[in-house]
């Protein structure tokens, strides 16, 4: 049987292109379950929370903070993308989210990630830059933009 674990890394596994060292191993995944305040989901091809045995074709992490929950990952299998995984991912989350009493959802990204479309159709906008704050595993440096969507 498939554990929700395995599914999470299943789709990390090929939905990060690892020219930019983006998608987390298996052991910091664990390590951000651990904490009550971090909460996962996950989807199957057709848009339903996965049956035993089925695979995930996206999921998506975020922890909650005070007022906020902040996106830590979401990620779609490439077979899967442009089949509405993604929005109903931050659909999903959103509800949730203000359900735990968040007014506001916030996100990280590289600058240039083809997901920012995503993100900013849905309703997200820029708030911030933080330049050359990532690290590629080549050492190329690269700007990070945080996104904020106020739920209030």
Not at 68 to 88: H, K, N, T
Not at 95 to 100: H, L, T
Not at 114 to 124: K, M, R
């Given at each position: ?19 930019y ?23 199957c ?18 922890r ?59 309703g997200?906008v820029?708030?911030?830059?933080r ?16 996104f ?5």
């Amino acid at each position: 049987m498939i554990d929700d674990l395995d599914r999470i890394m299943a789709v990390m596994g090929t939905a990060f292109d690892p020219v930019y060292g983006e998608a987390w191993n298996r052991r910091q995944v664990e390590d951000a379950l651990k904490f009550g305040n971090t909460h996962y989901y996950l989807l199957c091809a057709q848009g339903h929370t996965p049956a035993d045995g089925e695979s995930a074709a996206g999921f998506s992490l975020s922890r909650t903070g005070f007022e906020e929950e902040e996106l830590l990952l979401l990620a779609v299998s490439p077979e899967d993308r442009g089949r509405g995984i993604g929005r109903a991912l931050l659909e999903r989350l959103r509800i949730d989210a203000a359900s735990r009493g968040a007014r506001r959802l916030l996100l990280e990204m590289r600058k240039g990630n083809p997901a920012e479309t995503l993100y900013t159709n849905f309703g997200f906008v820029p708030i911030g830059e933080r330049r050359e704050y990532y690290r590629t595993p080549s050492g190329q440096r690269l700007d990070a933009i945080t996104f904020a969507y106020d739920m209030s």
